[in-house]
C-alpha cells in the first residue's frame, strides 16, 4: 500500500469526520475567582439586595482609597528617600507561572506566587536537583511514566473549600481566614485523615499538619476539594493517594503546603519529593 | 494585560471559532460522556490563560496542546474506572463500552482506529493531528516540540507499520473499496 492510500483509509477511519455536525452551544457565562468569592458573600435573601447593592460599591470605593493612599505615600517616599543603592535580593529562584504548568523545568530554584499575582510577595521557594519535573502554576509535579504514578508539591493561598466534597450534599465555602480556621476545613473534606492535625513549625512558619489520604468511594466523580486564589479548583482521582499538608501562618495569612504521591510510588520518587520539600522556604 | 471586557470578548470569540473543533478532537480521543467534560475543562483552562492564547494561525495549535494534556488526565481517568468495570463483570455487572466502540462503527474504520490506537502514544498523537485534525505539519511540529521534518519522517513510519499491520487482513476483506493502482505498478 502507498503512503496515499493509508493516508485516505485513516482519514476515513476519523470518528468524527464533521465537527460542525455536533452542534453548537451558547458561550458560557465566565466569572474570575474574585467574583465568585463576592458573589458568595452576597445576602440573596428576600430585603437584603439594597444592602447587596450598597457592597457592590464597597470593593471599589476601598479600592480607589487605597490607590490615592498609596499614591501619596508614593509621592512622600519619592520626595523625601535616600538615594544610596540599596541591594536588591538574588534573582535566582525563577517565578512558576500558568504558562509553565505541566511543561518541564530544568534542575534549579522555582518559587511558587502563593496567589499568582506579581503585585504580592508572598512565595513559596524550593531547589529541584534532578530531571524529569514538570511545573505547575502552584509548585512542580515529576510524572514517573507517561500517565502514572506522580509526585507533586503545591504551595497556595486557598480562597474556597469544599465541606464533605465527595458526597452528594457538599457545599463550597469560603476559606478560613486563620491557619486554624483553614486546616479544620480540610478534617472536614471528605479525606480519610490518617493522622491528627497536629501543631507544628515547618517551611520558616508555625501551623498544623496533617496526614490524609483520598477516599476510595470518592474518585468516581468530581473529588474537587480546594480552590487557590486566582486559578481553579484542585481535584483528585486515585485511590487512597496519600497527601501531607500543612497550614501555615505567614504573617497573618494562612498557606498550604500539598505534598502528595501515587499509593504505588517507590520509596526513592517519595524521597526525592522530602528532598524537595527539605528545601522550601516560605517568604511573606 | 487586557481589560476584563476584552478578555470576555476573545473568550468568546475563540469559543464560538473552535469549540467544535477542540469537542470533536475530545472526542476522538476518548468517551462521549468524558469528552463532553475534557472540552469545558480545555476552555477553562483557556479562560484562564486569555492573555496568552495566540492569534490566528496559532490558536489552534495552542489550544490542541491543552486539549492533549486534558484529554491525557481523563484517560487516565477512565482506565481506572475500565479496572473498576472489570471487577463488576467478574460479579456480574456490564463492564462500560471502549470510547473507540462507542465512536467508530463501521468495521473497516473500526480495524484502521485500533491500529492507530496501537502506535505507541507520540505516534499516535502525530498521525491523529495530521489526519483526523488536518493540521500541518508545522502546525503539529508547534504542538510536539518538534522539527516538522521530524514529525513528516513519524507519519511515514507510522503509516509504514500500518501499511505492514492492515495490508493481510485487508487481503482477506470483500473488496468494496475502489481499485487502487499499486505504487510503481505498470
Redesign the interface.
Known sequence: ???E???R????????RD??S????A??V?T?PLERRMEMQIDHRPGTEVQANRNRWRGPLIGIAAAAAILVAGLVFVLTRDNTPVAEPAPNATRLT??ME?QPIDPGAYFADTDLLESTSLRGTFVIESNGWLGTAAGAMKSLV??GPYIALFIAEVDRVWSSACESGRTQQAAATTAEGLANQFVAAGFTNTGALTPVSAFGHEGYHLATEVRPSC??QDFTVWGGSN??GRYY???NQPLELWFLDVEGTPVLVEATWWPETPEEDVAELRTVLDTLVITP | MASRTDQRSRFEEIWTEYRLQILAYCLRRAAPTHAEDACNEVFMVAWRRIDEIPRPPKTVPYLYGIAGKVVSNHRRAFHRRSRLDEKLSNLGVAPATDPVDLVVQNTEDQRVAAAVRNLKPKDQEIVMLHAWEDLSHEEIAEITGMTAGAVRQRIHRSYQHLARVLEPSLDRQPNNSPPIAEEGGT
Open positions: 500500500m502507498t503512503h492510500q493509508i493516508d483509509m485513516v482519514r476515513r477511519a476519523n470518528p468524527v465537527p460542525n455536533l452542534g453548537s452551544v458561550v458560557p465566565l474570575t500558568m504558562s505541566f507517561d500517565d474518585i468516581s486559578w481553579d482521582q486515585t485511590e
